[in-house]
């Protein structure tokens, strides 16, 4: 019984999936799926990069997913970017539907996708690095949001997630001189244990790697874009 | 159909861990499950612990829950401690049934517990701060182990872990420092959201903290054992 419903679900959320992926085919987004363990740094990440990227009207929007509290909105919400907050409400990742849900509402409140160019809707999902890998929400890319501080080995540790990353952002780099490690002490582990993923050592707060990092998302819109090759 | 189904497996849990419960009542047992983020130090927190706690022969028995990898077991059995390694293949926190398991392998394995003046069983969960918590494992204490670096708002993003948490190990402060952060910032949010926990602040590393979280953790003993009070 328990096998067949957790197929039923999964069936279910692919099917949802696969409209999301449609939704962001007709609207011209790039929709990204950042992952990774509480504290990690994704939005942190998402700061410094819509600093970097949102200037252009149209160009980004975000949803962000959570157990609670609509803090991490309204961080982003700062930034002038369109947002909206999911609260899951103790449910351990976010699904399918409820990016469709988040989308409508998203267009609703203002985010204004131009399929000429190519849109980004980046989704944070809940901060967790198991259970949000096994549920597909229709994403281009999964991105694994990876702090130094959590140590070298938790590609090894947590496979899924990684094995799924287009992109691994190893944050926190500005901290790697206190912990005695350098990034050379993760990247060989990711090399095996994410295989399809450009890694992107980052620091958020010093600025540090952020240029390669949003340099590889402007070169993931050509895809989704209808003029060939979105403007740098 | 869901609904059922769950609170079917909920009540299958709770009667395992209360079978649990029995078990470590006959041994003398204090279980101890510890939950926190991936990289949160948990293993490092019980390395530091053992290293204090573990030359009495009988005093300490641990069983590791991890997705994958023996690594932390291994690191754990270098320090002389019966440990058992649980691999969950998937399964994003421990059970009450797979704790029962992991409890008879150690007792084989050599853990000899001491019912006169008690014994500790250290259950490192499945880094994750969402769903470890929503299964009793039978465990006496359920220890939330935070790191500074996951920053001062998870409390109130990741409620349950806290609300149920009878110690709150806020570990890696030695990096605090380097965050631009002071305990001060961490200690409110957690008198909030964590009602019923004593916090101790602790570096694994440089043993800041270390001696108050073991002295805590030798009054908790008294209740288990047989003789009245256990030695300090």
């Keep these: 019984m328990k096998a067949i419903l957790v197929r039923n679900l999964r069936a279910a959320n692919d099917a949802l999936a696969a409209t999301n992926r449609d939704t962001f085919a007709r609207h011209g987004i790039l929709a990204l799926n950042l992952m990774g363990s509480p504290g990690a740094g994704k939005t942190s990440l998402l700061e410094a990069t819509l600093a970097r990227l949102s200037p252009i009207p149209g160009r980004c929007g975000v949803i962000e997913g959570d157990i609670a509290t609509t ?6 919400a700062a930034h002038g970017v369109p947002v909206v907050q999911l609260n899951t409400d103790g449910a351990c990742h976010l699904d399918a539907s409820m990016i469709a849900q988040g989308l409508e509402q998203l267009l609703r409140d203002g985010f204004r996708p131009v399929p000429q160019t190519g849109s980004f809707l980046f989704i944070e999902n809940v901060g967790n690095l198991v259970c949000p890998a ?3 929400l229709g994403a281009h ?3 694994v949001v990876y702090s130094v501080t ?3 080995d938790k590609p090894e540790k947590y496979p899924l997630a990684f094995q799924k990353a287009s992109a691994v952002v190893l944050t926190k780099v500005d901290l790697l001189p206190h912990l005695g490690l350098g990034q050379e002490d993760f990247l060989s582990t ?4 994410a295989p399809h ?3 992107f050592p980052v ?3 010093s600025g540090t790697g952020m240029d390669a990092w949003c340099r590889w998302l402007r070169q993931q819109l050509a895809p989704v874009a209808a003029w060939p090759g979105p403007e740098a």
Tied chains: 1, 2.
């Design 134 to 136: 096994e549920f597909d």
């Design 150 to 152: 959590e140590g070298p």
């Design 141 to 143: 890319h999964t991105v």
């Design 197 to 199: 993923a450009t890694v």
């Design 190 to 193: 990711l090399t095996t244990c």
């Design 203 to 205: 620091s958020a707060w």
């Design 71 to 76: 803090r991490d909105g309204e961080r982003i």
